[in-house]
């Protein structure tokens, strides 16, 4: 049987293509995969540990651009934080309210959830003057989402576009408290605005129309912060001017990541997969609920708590999808997962459609639009509605070129499907899927010579 080939072929210093052959017999993807650290949690560990007293050790940190984007930027306004590794890297914390003022601009990459959170620090360090920016994408991405609650508790923010886009300008105050009812179900925003209200003197209180991921709320009371949560109208309370002081964080593995090889076994007759160590947290579960749906065969095993976050490992094996309706509530539990959803949906039988997802038209892409067209160009139907996808299933796809628009979760799940098409699919820019998953092709390439 001629074995697949996955190639990645430099295009200048920065671009590369990933080149995937699938053998005519089809990949079959088998053994068991270790994932790297989640984002959003590394962000977190990385951000508490720089404003806590003493120091704080963390095991198992994604060592992903967009983390390093965040360590960069912490150590210019003082945290020592060790040379950074999954093992573990420690950092020295300058102790709330203490961030000094860097002498030069400040800069998130590629990463939303860097500069959002941030914001909420910077815009609350009273007499202190900041600048931030990001790349190209970062830099079109929305930050009036917290430029506007920030402005409410009293922050001073300037940008271009009405102080809505960066590079953005902060003059540190002291901020009073709010209630904040947020338009948008957004981690980021809740985020923001909780950290801001650190160092408020009173109660800051974020409600959301449903309930984004809950890794800041789990933290900040690991650190020594007091939070309320109240499930039913999802609002969180967070008293001001606490004690924060360093903790030992173990990074579980990133659900997002193991996404990938959740669809990929799923739809490659013949395969099965264990993927270890992946952390559920309940307000990040909706891909597993949304495969489930899908009629998708996947069980947790081995559940545990590990440092205050719910982990399992995941055995999930190849079965013939149905198509399912994905909207509502469980949008922002598995926001990151639709551009590989729709790649499930593209070889389950039916019409499948995604809707109340129009956030993924701000995400490091539009990837409402980029699926569509790059999908579309292996010939999987799929259509873009105004706040989704329509994907009619059972087509069979073939290779083709298409781009990750720099986007890295769409080269990872373009991958996913070339794996699945007949024909070589090229994907350019591949080399973004180091943003969140460095060695995405080395484990592609151990998964399929199993
Ligand atoms: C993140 C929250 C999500 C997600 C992003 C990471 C976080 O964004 O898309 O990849 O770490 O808080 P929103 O909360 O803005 O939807």
Redesign the pocket.
Known sequence: MPSPIVKLQDQDNQSQDLIITPSSSGIALTGTIGIPGD??IS?RALMLGAIAEGETTIEGLLLGEDPMSTAKCFRAMGAKISKLNSEKVIVQGVGLGNLTEPIHVLNAGNS??TI??MLGLLASHPGKFFTITGDKSLRSRPMSRVVNPLSQMGANIWGREDNSLAPLAVRGQQLKAIHYLSP??????K?CVLLAGLMVDGKTTVTEPAL??D?SERMLRAFGAELEVNPKTNSVTITGQPTLTGQKVIVPGDI?SAAFWLVAAAIIPGSELLITNVGVNPTRTGILEALEMMEADIVKENERTVAGEPVADLRVKYSQLKACIIGGKII?RL??EIPILAVAAAFASGTTVIKDAA?LRV?ESDRLAVMATELGKMGARIKELGDGLEITGGASLTGADVDSFTDHRIAMSLAIASLNAKETTTIHRAEAASISYPNFVATLRQAISN
């Open positions: 984002k959003s962000h939303g959830t959002r959170l948008v179900a957004s981690a980021q925003v985020s984004s991921r890794h997002s922002p926001i990151d956030e995400k």
